[in-house]
Nanobody, 128 residues
Framework: QVQLVESGGASVQAGGSLRLSCVVS???????????LGWFRQAPGKEREGVAA???????RYTDSVQGRFTISRDNAKNTLFLQMDSLKPEDTAMYYC???????????????????WGQGTRVTVSS
């Protein structure tokens, strides 16, 4: 079983920065098919959307609305996934979730249904 625990959510003003952290249990790193770790977010009344993802081979992907503002990274020694969020906008307000999967089965990294393991979420509120 893979466990994920997020932290770092807070209320900030527009233009500010936050860094989210997600501690991931080591079992995902030993999967023989590799793995993908992702950050998703869900705003009230909206569907969950992919924000960024990092594959075991180091590849990173971002949704267009955060490209150039957010950075996903990993500290494998600490089993931790990060999301550095700069130049925050009110539209970034959402619950942010960390997720993991052993395979995307050829699908999109932004497809939440392909990720079976999820954290409990951490709330980010950006005020104008």
């Amino acid at each position: 079983q893979v466990q994920l625990v997020e932290s770092g959510g807070a209320s900030v003003q527009a233009g500010g920065s936050l860094r989210l952290s997600c501690v991931v249990s080591r079992s995902i790193y030993y999967n023989r098919y590799g793995y993908c770790l992702g950050w998703f977010r869900q705003a009230p009344g909206k569907e969950r959307e992919g924000v960024a993802a990092a594959d075991d081979d180091g590849r990173t992907r971002y949704t267009d609305s955060v490209q150039g503002r957010f950075t996903i990274s990993r500290d494998n020694a600490k089993n931790t996934l990060f999301l550095q969020m700069d130049s925050l906008k009110p539209e970034d307000t959402a619950m942010y979730y960390c997720a993991a999967t052993s395979t995307l089965r050829g699908g999109s990294w932004a497809d939440a249904s392909l990720f079976p393991y999820w954290g409990q979420g951490t709330r980010v509120t950006v005020s104008s």
